[in-house]
């Protein structure tokens, strides 16, 4: 399984961006999606998870409101939604995708994608 993580970018405090993590090499609709983030000299961090089918979601309190994932497993995409950004959310975004139906925990994710930066200015 391969992950390409898409859509990052420079925006100030307050716009919005859209991440994509295309997965390959197999039917995305078999795995629980992540976004992890990682801030310069801190551990990666939970962002939000899907599970297989979409109707399950788990957010991190600091972006609930704010961020919305999706995704269309007929195009094998998973889409993160970034509204209302902060300059604390600066970091690079991982796309990760685990085989368990439903997946919170960092361990739980075997593939990972290259990472996105996110950059947001005050």
């Known amino acids: 399984v391969q992950l390409q993580a898409s859509g990052g970018g420079l925006v100030q405090a307050g716009g919005s961006l859209r991440l994509s993590c295309e997965v390959s090499?197999?039917?995305?609709?078999?795995?629980?999606i992540a976004w992890f983030r990682q801030a310069p000299g801190k551990d990666r961090d939970f962002v939000v998870a899907?599970?297989?089918?979409?109707?399950?979601?788990n957010y991190v309190d600091s972006v609930k409101g704010r961020f919305t994932i999706s995704r269309d497993n007929a195009k094998n995409t998973v889409y993160l939604q970034m509204n209302s950004l902060k300059p604390e959310d600066t970091a690079v975004y991982f796309c990760?995708?685990?085989?368990?139906?439903?997946?919170?925990?960092?361990?739980?994710?075997?593939?990972w994608g290259q990472g996105t930066q996110v950059t947001v200015s005050s």
């Open positions: 990760a995708a685990s085989p368990s139906e439903r997946a919170w925990l960092l361990s739980e994710y075997e593939y």
């Open positions: 090499g197999r039917s995305a609709s078999t795995y629980s």
């Open positions: 899907i599970n297989w089918s979409g109707r399950t979601t």
